[in-house]
């Protein structure tokens, strides 16, 4: 069922978005931002915070 919903409501959201801006890229924007923060927030809540800082202390030890 709510998937049902959210593809009835991203057709309608898609088009208010491309009319009122005027072009599609907003809208594809939008979406991939969207799944981008998505992703986000996957990672960070089946991860522990000790790993992610560990990845990141490692990432930056690497560009540095």
């Known amino acids: 069922m709510n998937e049902f919903l959210t593809f009835r409501l991203s057709v309608f959201l898609t088009g208010f978005i491309a009319d009122s801006f005027g072009s599609y890229n907003p809208a594809f924007y939008h ?22 800082l560990s990845s990141l202390a490692l990432l930056y030890r690497t560009l540095v």
């Open 31 to 52: 979406a991939g931002s969207v799944q981008i923060l998505a992703a986000g927030i996957l990672f960070l809540t089946h991860t522990s915070c000790q790993a992610v």
